[in-house]
């Protein structure tokens, strides 16, 4: 397994460089109305996908620990897992989110990009290998039918 940092660590990281720079970029700053609300969308959303999804690993009595994808036990496909085979980082992706439009600046989606790249290639295609290994053709299947993120 070649994964280097946790996603709640990478996702803490993205969100540094997202103040950092909101701070020190002189331009790219936004503002609208109702943008408080989008804020708490985002937040509401992110929390509870991130929730929902951690208890159904809970629940399959299999591990949430995203550096050892080797170490599951079962395969979840149900609930929240029908529709996007990564819940847990959508949830931090909407966090992330978040937090960009409270800072508003909107340099700050190409730090969110840039987490999404990241896990793609860091975090989810080693779990990607390892689901694939210890799973085969039932994972196979998951993969042509669920989209990785939304």
């Known amino acids: 397994m ?10 803490l990281l993205a969100a540094v460089c997202m103040f950092g720079l909101d701070r020190f970029l ?19 959303l992110g929390g509870a996908i991130g929730v929902v999804a951690v208890i159904q690993f809970i629940r399959k009595q299999t591990t949430v620990n ?5 170490t599951v036990s079962k395969l979840v496909i149900n609930g929240l897992y029908r529709f996007t085979r990564n819940p ?21 989606t190409l730090i969110a990009a840039g987490f999404v790249s990241y896990m793609n290639r860091f ?28």
Not at 3 to 9: D, Q, S
Not at 37 to 44: R, T
Not at 140 to 150: G, Q, T
């Open 2 to 11: 070649h994964l280097k940092l946790p996603p709640v660590v990478v996702c």
């Open 26 to 44: 002189p331009f790219g700053e936004f503002d609208f109305t109702g943008r408080i609300y989008f804020i708490y969308l985002f937040l509401m």
């Open 66 to 70: 995203p550096t050892k994808p080797e």
């Open 88 to 108: 847990m980082y959508l949830g931090l992706l909407l966090v992330l989110l978040a937090w960009g439009v409270f800072l508003g600046n909107a340099f700050n």
């Open 123 to 150: 975090q989810i295609l080693p779990e990607e290998e390892a689901l694939a290994q210890t799973f085969g053709s039932e994972y196979a299947a998951y993969l042509k039918n669920v989209r990785r993120w939304f």
